[in-house]
Nanobody
Framework: QEQLVESGGGLVQAGGSLRLSCAAS????????MAWFRQAPGKEREFVAG????????FYTDSVKGRFTISRDNAQNTVYLQMNSLKPADTASYYC?????????????????WGKGILVTVAS
């Protein structure tokens, strides 16, 4: 069982940066692929970025490529999302997710555990 807790959200001006963190409490963090999803008001939750269990594979949705970077520290049971050049369209609640299969981490069906989410607001 993994409990995921996000931190680092808040209000930022367009063009600014934020780093989200997700701390996991379980003992098997290093065996899970991890991902960040986001959900804007009135929209469906969407995949943003994913990273494989050992951290050697990464995948991003097209809209954040070149701006966002996902990373993880398995010794600290933490996954990060560095967000640069933020746009108002990035405004959403961001959710940390863990899944047992890298090949399915981009889909809801591949997520075993969810964090409660954290709000990121980008002002124009």
């Amino acid at each position: 069982q993994e409990q995921l807790v996000e931190s680092g959200g808040g209000l930022v001006q367009a063009g600014g940066s934020l780093r989200l963190s997700c701390a996991a409490s379980g003992r098997t963090f290093s065996t899970y692929a991890m991902a960040w999803f986001r959900q804007a008001p009135g929209k469906e939750r969407e995949f943003v970025a994913g990273i494989s269990a050992p951290g050697n594979l990464k995948f991003y949705t097209d809209s954040v490529k070149g701006r966002f970077t996902i990373s993880r520290d398995n010794a600290q049971n933490t996954v990060y999302l560095q967000m640069n050049s933020l746009k108002p369209a990035d405004t959403a609640s961001y959710y940390c997710a863990a899944g047992s299969r890298w090949s399915q981490i981009t889909n809801y069906s591949g997520v075993a555990f969810w964090g409660k989410g954290i709000l990121v607001t980008v002002a124009s």
